[in-house]
T-cell receptor, first 112, second 112 residues
Framework: KAGVTQTPRYLIKTRGQQVTLSCSPI?????VSWYQQTPGQGLQFLFE???????NKGNFPGRFSGRQFSNSRSEMNVSTLELGDSALYLC???????????FGSGTRLTVV | GESVGLHLPTLSVQEGDNSIINCAYS??????FIWYKQESGKGPQFIID?????DKRQGQRVTVLLNKTVKHLSLQIAATQPGDSAVYFC???????????FGQGTRLTINP
């Protein structure tokens, strides 16, 4: 079966711009989570969605937002980009609790 | 100021030897634990998981041990192969929070 698909794979943006990243979960998975990975902070939780509802949010500024659609696909948006937002953004989907989280290959965002 | 990269612990083993990667977790409320492998340019790949009501679980060439008394998790890889070279992360699922908290990771290097 198809894995978690994230688009685009690479993105270069300028400070002050905004960006939207997309994630298509494994078919049947209704939980989608987003993580930011940087050399300085490692893997940090951004937010989790289930059936279009955000159930939890990590400690990130309000510039980071997300949503989930009725087909479980999810998007995350970062507004007013800063240099420090450069990171690998990872999406993970899960069938249910205790069934593991499958990650996509990520979107590498570079802010210049 | 400029962020400092995480100093990843490194483990070097000879091909064919067994590897043991350790992880300390922080939250007593964590009820589920996962080990991930991440290769360069890829997202984390699920290796094995364990629920908090277990203390050992085996997979193909891998074993996870959980010691809740000291909040310690370990991953044992038998007969290490060159393809096992990667960064390994432990992750704890915070009960009720629908999120994973990741360890800093360990870089495993296989010597021929």
């Amino acid at each position: 079966k198809a894995g978690v698909t994230q688009t685009p794979r690479y993105l270069i943006k300028t400070r002050g711009q905004q960006v939207t990243l997309s994630c298509s979960p494994i078919s049947g998975h209704r939980s989608v989570s987003w993580y930011q990975q940087t050399p300085g902070q490692g893997l940090q939780f951004l937010f989790e969605y289930f059936s279009e509802t955000q159930r939890n949010k990590g400690n990130f500024p309000g510039r980071f937002s997300g949503r989930q659609f009725s087909n479980s696909r999810s998007e995350m948006n970062v507004s007013t980009l800063e240099l420090g937002d450069s990171a690998l953004y990872l999406c993970a989907s899960s069938l249910a609790e205790f069934y593991g989280y499958t990650f996509g290959s990520g979107t590498r965002l570079t802010v210049v | 100021g400029e962020s400092v990269g995480l100093h990843l612990p490194t483990l070097s083993v000879q091909e064919g030897d067994n590897s043991i990667i350790n992880c300390a977790y922080s939250n007593s409320a964590s009820d589920y634990f996962i080990w991930y492998k991440q290769e360069s340019g890829k997202g984390p790949q699920f290796i094995i998981d364990i629920r908090s009501n277990m203390d050992k679980r085996q997979g193909q060439r891998v074993t996870v041990l959980l010691n809740k008394t000291v909040k310690h998790l370990s991953l044992q890889i038998a007969a290490t192969q060159p393809g096992d070279s990667a960064v390994y992360f432990c992750a704890e699922n915070i009960k009720g929070a629908q999120k994973l908290v990741f360890g800093q990771g360990t870089r495993l290097t296989i010597n021929p």
